[in-house]
């Protein structure tokens, strides 16, 4: 096949084929200035013809077939250029570095994660504040380390940026308000290659719009914190008011199997002190990490308290020292199958991609490299679901009747059960702060002294369909839905609780 | 680096494909069709690079979803592949974060132009320092050819059986109109060119467009009988009228009618990241952190 290659110097320069990957399009033959190409009568195992140097007296090596070739098969060279070269050696920089090999293997760590550092004091507002759970979570963010946050105003999560966008120019980083969801959740993630921390904000309709992206930070293993201040739903819904109906959303919004991590505070401290938890969970498990929060925490005013700077643990993002030649962005030995990140411009070239990829990134749709990527994806999340448990628990050690809630609901069940408890009857709480993975043993530790569960949630019954997949058959499970707009009242809680014990 | 060359090439013989350094190799051969132009635009844009002579870690690019949204996973770059249509907004904030890289984005027509539309207006409106190569071949080639926002009124496509009927974005225009900096349309024809256009745009700061018309030969050129891709080429040679600093609105497209192509658009502008910067340096003074990244 290498025949075409004229050796011959009969003309200023020659042409170089690859005649296995021609697919015959004859650009080259067409346009070449001095007509010193045919094709071949042969033809190539994809079943092409070729271009051949018909008339190589009439070659001036000048590339132009190089430039048109749309299958990278055929380039030209100046037989002086040639012979340049083999006295002066190539330029080192049109080489670039070194493909990376497949078969390079990493070495074997036991975990990946970095050992936490204290938190940047320039983004600390150490001190007591008295502000609301939007503006307590924006300082979360900040004093996580968050620097970039593209963001897209929806009520009732607006305050978050609009704080963000006040405070940023003095720490340091960037706010854009972009053109809709669509970007900003994206953009987010290119800012995340680009080696920042970021959050993106939202409510109800603009966390649908994030969900294609949910879905390309799972397979592209992009750290971030995603806020959705939960409104009334369906559609518009009820922008105002509150809800706890995105929760299922949060676990299996984006298409495609994954699993998700989810943390639901319940006041505006907890909006502070579990934001610092989830970057750093992100950072650790290398993953979205989704931040519910719904419109009374979002708007509730409390006091904040703000510890110094050194009192908070962050966790930096674990980025590879490995040779350029044996890093891989999605290969990972360790045990907690956590690949160590990079960020564009450190000379690693990689590829990150939402198609299923192998471990260097690059497209490889077969259903051994699926099971294989979305297998781990799952499983780093999964295996993890103990050490991940997150209970509030209150009164548990006697309890037969169980309340389980979280967020905002949490607070009215726990009034509820104080009340229920000087009243003598044997009742307990749990309140979840993280949701998922939804913490089934503990609940299956329980169901042995428990009689009944008691869930009460502002939505039609979502966590609670989790619970009784826990709880299995071995004890009462009953739902308080609520459809938003409002919270539960906390005496239709105790009364739940005095008409299951009695 | 010697994958294309020792198996062909005698041995005294050191040479190299040019492009080759800057391909991910082990993925050659790539999946588009014979006589597509994808690949040429590709070879002008590695010219390009290696012309400007800029640090190849330093650049970045980024693609969305289609035909030439796999331009993204063939380039030995820090590379890209993102959703349909979010190639523009995942650049945006690849560049902000990290400002001293050079973030190209390079898409087809329809993942930039309809479902990414709106991110385009609105980067360049904010004159968002990204270089976007547009590889304009009228339609959807990966999803089997339907009508497309660049098809010509006329045109049949899968989703326009009896011939479109819609009036098509005009996209130097288009992106005149939003405020970017640099606006140039070539086609696969027009290699050097397109080549030098490319070039250009990596040295330019702001929002660079440039539109690279392209055959689809299995499905724009089939479908309405305009033979193969290099039969479009052809077209391109015969039809092309080269016409710098043409007024943008003059230069709409037909399906067989004149296609102007040149420089449409040079100018200067202060980029997104340069305007906040000097905004919050002149509001905030000494409060102010500047940001470089």
């Not at chain 2, 497309?148 to 098509?168: C, L, S």
Request: neutral net charge; contains cysteine.
């Amino acid at each position: 096949m290498s025949d075409s290659i004229s050796q011959q110097r009969t003309g200023k320069g020659t042409v170089f084929v690859r005649t296995e990957i021609c697919k015959g399009c004859s650009f080259c033959i067409d346009f070449c200035p001095t007509d010193c190409l045919t094709f071949s009568k042969e033809f190539n195992p994809k079943g092409y013809h070729f271009p051949i140097l018909s008339a190589p007296e009439a070659c001036t090596g000048c590339d132009l077939c190089g430039l048109y070739c749309p299958d990278f098969a055929i380039y030209g060279e100046r037989w002086k250029d040639i012979d340049e070269r083999k006295t002066q050696g190539r330029p080192q920089a049109l080489l670039g570095p070194p493909a990376t090999s497949a078969a390079a293997v990493p070495v074997a760590r036991k975990s990946g994660a970095q050992d936490p550092v204290a938190a940047d004091p320039k983004g600390v507002l150490t001190g007591i504040h008295f502000v609301d759970g939007d503006h307590a979570a924006c300082e979360g963010a900040i004093a996580a380390g968050c620097r970039f946050i593209a963001g897209y105003p929806i009520t009732p999560s607006t305050e978050i940026v609009e704080r963000f966008a006040s405070r940023i120019p003095m720490v340091g980083g960037i706010f854009i308000q972009l053109e809709d969801e669509l970007a900003s959740s994206i953009a987010v993630q290119g800012a995340a290659w680009g080696g920042k921390k970021t959050l993106s904000v939202t409510s109800g309709p603009g966390f649908s719009l994030m969900m294609e992206h949910i879905g390309l930070a799972v397979m592209t293993e992009t750290p971030g914190v995603w806020v959705d201040v939960q409104r009334g739903g369906p559609s518009t819904g009820l922008p105002t008011l509150p809800a706890q109906s995105d929760m299922m959303q949060a676990r299996w919004g984006s298409h495609g199997d994954y699993e998700i991590i989810a943390l639901v505070p319940n006041s505006p401290q907890e909006c502070f002190d579990l934001m610092i938890k989830a970057f750093n969970l992100a950072e650790i498990y290398r993953c979205p990490v989704m931040f519910m929060m719904d419109e009374v925490v979002g708007h509730m005013v409390e006091r904040v308290a703000i510890p110094p700077a050194d009192q908070i643990q962050v966790v930096p993002r674990k980025l590879t020292t490995k040779a350029k030649s044996e890093y891989r962005a999605f290969a990972t030995t360790a045990d907690d199958l956590v690949p160590e990140m990079t960020k564009a411009g450190e000379g690693y070239r990689i590829h990150v991609t939402g198609l299923t990829h192998d471990e260097r990134g690059y497209p490889a749709m077969n259903a051994a490299t699926q099971e294989k990527l979305v297998g781990r994806l799952i499983r780093k999340i999964r295996d993890k679901a103990d050490e991940l448990v997150d209970i509030c628990e209150d009164y548990v050690d006697d309890a037969e009747i169980l309340v389980v809630s979280y967020g905002i609901t949490s607070r009215i069940a726990k009034s509820a059960v104080d009340d229920a408890r000087q009243r003598g009857l044997k009742v307990g709480h749990l309140r979840l702060r993280v949701v998922w993975p939804f913490p089934s043993n503990r609940i299956r530790e329980l169901c042995g002294k428990t009689k009944a569960f008691i869930m009460p949630e502002l939505n039609m019954g979502q966590m609670v369909i989790e619970l009784e997949r826990a709880v299995c058959g071995k004890a009462k499970v009953v739902s308080m839905p609520h459809a938003g707009g409002s919270v539960h009242e906390p005496e239709a809680i105790l009364k739940k609780i005095i008409e299951v014990a009695t | 680096m010697s994958s294309d060359t020792a198996e062909h090439l005698a041995s005294d013989i050191d040479t190299i494909n040019p492009v080759m350094p800057f391909l991910r190799q082990e993925r050659i051969p790539h999946i588009w069709c014979p006589s597509c132009g994808i690949g040429t635009t590709v070879n002008c844009f590695t010219r390009a690079l290696t012309e400007s002579g800029m640090d190849l870690d330093q650049i970045a690019i980024v693609s969305g979803i289609g035909c030439t949204g796999r331009v993204a996973g063939y380039m030995n770059l820090d590379s890209f592949h993102t959703t349909h249509g979010r190639a523009i907004p995942f650049a945006t904030g690849l560049k902000l974060a990290n400002p001293k890289l050079k973030v190209v984005v390079y898409s087809g027509d329809g993942d930039l132009t309809a479902i990414g539309g709106n991110h385009f207006m609105h980067a360049a409106r904010r004159n968002m320092d990204l270089m976007v190569v547009c590889v304009n071949n009228f339609t959807y080639g990966m999803t089997g050819g339907q009508v497309a926002p660049t098809t010509p009124i006329g045109a049949k496509q899968t989703t326009m059986p009896f011939g479109n009927f819609e009036q098509p974005f005009n996209l130097p225009f288009l992106a005149d109109a939003c405020g970017a900096v640099y606006v140039a349309r070539w086609t696969v024809f027009h290699v050097r060119q397109l080549a030098k256009a490319m070039q250009e745009g990596l040295k330019k700061r702001g929002f660079v467009f440039i539109e690279a018309l392209s055959p689809c030969p299995t499905l724009f050129s089939r479908r309405n009988k305009r033979g193969d891709g290099i039969d479009e080429l052809k077209n391109y040679k015969q039809n092309s009228i080269v016409k710098n600093g043409a007024d943008t609105k003059e230069v709409g497209l037909t399906f067989d009618g004149k296609i102007t192509v040149g420089k449409f658009v040079d100018r200067e502008r202060p980029t997104w990241l340069d305007a906040m910067n000097d905004h919050y340096t002149q509001t905030l003074g000494s409060q102010y952190t500047p940001y470089g990244g």
